[in-house]
């Protein structure tokens, strides 16, 4: 497919441990972004990578989010002693590069349960 | 940073053009005013942007008025797959972030 690839869909963990979030952004797309979603709320923004950097973590909101994209393309979300507070819709977009003139793509999202 | 407001609900017939409002009376000059919409379980889709012209794709046409004060997003022929909700963004130039409000609830009936 041509669009941006998430996996798994769906996970429940339990409260305290350690998940992985997959996004396969769009081939040739060389900005990748991340997104959290609560119920019934829009999209938050959470972290930037250009390539392989990632340049703007700015809205991670606590040191047990750390995301990476080691080879510039795939990029992986890990969230550390997952809390309720942390049950979301985690979600991946890429674009071309950063001009406000190229859209973001999304993909349908990581939807996140924490019992 | 420029901000927007939606309608939070709207109906519209199936068959018929759906007119989708969005004020933007802050925008400045550089910023692009774009709309996604996000079908229940799904991530937003991509609809449509433009900076002052009016702009048409195969999804929809983007109406901006001349002061760019707000735009009108129309969807020719809405079927019942066009229920969503949808968002108006205002994109600042130099900045990626994009800012989802509360968008519209457009329910498409039979």
């Known amino acids: 497919g041509a669009g941006v690839s998430q996996s798994p869909r769906y996970k429940v963990a339990k409260r305290g441990q350690d998940v992985a979030l997959r996004c396969d952004p769009i081939s040739g797309h060389v900005s990748l972004f991340w997104y959290q979603q609560a119920l019934g709320q829009g999209p938050e923004f959470l972290t930037y990578?250009?390539?392989?950097?990632?340049?703007?973590k700015s809205g991670l909101p606590s040191d047990r989010f750390f995301a990476e994209r080691p080879e510039g393309s795939v990029s992986t979300l890990k969230i550390q002693r997952t809390q309720q507070e942390d049950s979301a819709v985690y979600l991946c977009?890429?674009?071309?590069?950063?001009?406000?003139?190229?859209?973001?793509?999304f993909g349908d999202g990581t939807r996140l349960s924490i019992l | 940073d420029a901000k927007t407001t939606q309608p939070p609900s709207m109906d519209c017939a199936e068959g018929r053009a759906a007119n989708l409002p969005c004020n933007h009376s802050?925008?400045?000059?550089?910023?692009?005013v774009y709309w996604y919409r996000q079908i229940h379980s799904q991530g937003p889709q991509y609809i449509i942007h433009?900076?002052?012209n009016n702009e048409t794709n195969e999804m929809a046409s983007l109406i901006i008025t001349e002061d760019r004060k707000s735009s009108t997003l129309i969807l020719p022929h809405a079927t019942l797959r066009d229920t969503a909700v949808y968002y108006c963004?205002?994109?600042?130039?130099?900045?990626?972030?994009?800012?989802f409000g509360a968008g519209t609830t457009v329910t498409v009936r039979a």
């Open positions: 433009g900076l002052k």
């Open positions: 990578f250009q390539n392989e950097a990632q340049l703007d």
């Open positions: 802050t925008i400045s000059g550089n910023e692009y």
């Open positions: 977009a890429s674009s071309l590069g950063l001009s406000a003139n190229q859209p973001q793509h």
């Open positions: 963004i205002v994109r600042v130039a130099d900045d990626y972030k994009l800012s």
